[in-house]
């Protein structure tokens, strides 16, 4: 086989062996145990924030914060057409109905947009958001590739209609605020839940694994219990609620208390190389490098290349295949919207147009930890190549 | 610390670490990876059956299948009160109602109360069993302690009422029938659905885990699509359905695949404890050894002792309490009765006699495969003193 570069694998140089072995050594591998605690703790410490629970994955995290958030059938969540699925199937297992916002140049949900769907479509009766006679219960606001959302802006507006705000902060564990109202405060920490996922494309992984916070720690408390099965108590199998498998398990936990050692590296590394990436396409007349939101510090976790339409008509299947078989470089496209997937067809959308613009556009290319600078030479290179190849 | 001999522990003698440490070392420990095939294919040759996807525990497994058998908000599913919760609590998962069908002496659902229920209390239309202007569209059967329910008798009536039919085989990987119209079928492979677990106290371990088959290979094949977010390919992405992040990741795999290495000689473990048990308790007076359905082959997960409440009037917190504090004996009660749970006290229960009367009569006792026949004879020896005492 020839050269390969990853677009983004998990890095594992540190401890991670060593954590897990002991971990089954011990015989804690299951939802209970050491690392799982060891890990809330220093992911609460890192987020400056009280109190966190380690759960399965991003979309339980989701999951657990819409149940929290008491969204029920027939209530309306606003939502993202540009991100991953997982960010909208939870309001649909709660049989509650997406309304698509669209999103600004950032990738993220428009305030401006929000604040207008709530004023010109919505009114308010006994402190309630309604639209169509539908409670607006809450919306997800995903910091998407690990770029900050305007959150000072959402927050204004979720404020004012009362709606739960639930930051899906699954690639961007590392965001955080460094000017404005929310200087210092991470991405996750700022509305009333925060959503992080640990898959293994993500900036550390547990394998498969998430985790909530939340503005207030009763509430975490509450999320842990609800994501344990709800037991009361170890031994007797009273439950005062429906739960959830929803825990983290003690070998995923292990991985992860070893990834967080490294965190703070990995976001260096993504930064260094998005420098290095930003400096390699100056100039490339076929595709821009986006940033991110000034005021912020990003973790960069993901790194997007703005194809210009007009002189690149290639299909992205095409542009990626050709990157792929030729130069074994794995780079993907941005999600396909989520309002045009089938089981959201028929869901309402609001003034949706950077959305299909960007969503048409983008090219996500390598962005593992272990890059070498030659590595990131040499994609970018190669897709500039290809590109100009394909515009021809 | 004294001697503690725990009730269900994990038992890592096989290649555990290996294989853990194998899957750390080629990265692959998230969603995807070798040890989530291998442990399919191994499982669906134990089982005897052509498909089977492993999943993120038994609840999962549980949920998948009655999305697919089609349950939706204002559906009827039929439940045991005697299980874990977590049987029951996908049904809510999805807005449906559960009703409880009382148990037999086997601890699981009785097919004459189940067909009663039906004839009596539903009426069919359009080829649907209609309970209170609801469809009756499923029944989870769970084989308790991996004790086989008589499986004959209720195809029987699901058949003819048009029912599908979820085996909840959390705990009853391995037993089979010997005998009768079923005779080399294992427990989950009889009904529509079978669910599996490899939660941290069962027969084998995942840490968390588990997995479901069904009784058409293209229906496996959907479960698996729906339990990896619905995603047609690994790298565009379009979805046709709500997915749901429900897939084992590959370094929990790797535990189960050293863990299937060792499957049936813990099955065999298990059956030599039992035995020595049931000699130990030979003619004790306050109490019996539950035994196993006539016909099958039991994994023989879990060991119940009925405890003759007219002489031992304690309450099962006090005979848990004094054998772990005292002699370091690990023991639980049976589970609360769920019918009697909070979230599902307005539910409706049919018959239920033989459920309340188990549950106040059963103590768990020390089942872990890594027991000496010393711990066994201590045990036996220690709870029938503690009885001895307590009927005083």
Partial sequence: MGRFIPLSIPNFEGNERKYVDDAIDQGWVSTGGAYITELEKRLAAYLHTDNVCACQSGTSAL???LVEAGVVPGDIVLVPPVTFIAAVNPVRYQFAEPVFIDCDDSLCMDPLKLRRFCEEKCEVKDGRLIHND??????????VFG?????????????????KVIEDATEALGTRYTEGKYAGKFAGTIGHFGAYSFNGNKIITTGGGGAITANKSEVVDHLRYL???????????IHDEIGYNYRMTNIQAALGVAQMEELEEFVERK???YDLYKELFEGFELGRLLGYREGTYSNQWF???????TKVTATMREIITKLQSEYGIETRAIWGLI???????KEECFELEKGPYYAARILNIPASTQLTEEDLRYT????????????E
Avoid: C, F, G, W
């Fill in 63 to 65: 999951h657990l914060s």
């Fill in 134 to 143: 539908k409670v607006v219960r809450a919306l997800v606001v995903v910091h």
């Fill in 147 to 163: 770029n900050m959302a305007d959150m000072e802006a959402i927050m204004d507006v979720a404020e004012k209609y009362n709606i």
């Fill in 227 to 237: 994501s344990t099965q709800a037991k009361n108590d170890p031994h007797y199998y």
């Fill in 271 to 273: 930064h260094k190389n």
């Fill in 303 to 309: 790194y997007s290349l703005l194809i210009d339409r």
């Fill in 339 to 345: 309002n045009e997937q089938l089981p959201y067809l």
């Fill in 380 to 391: 970018a290179e190669k897709v500039m190549a290809v590109l100009k190849e394909l515009a």
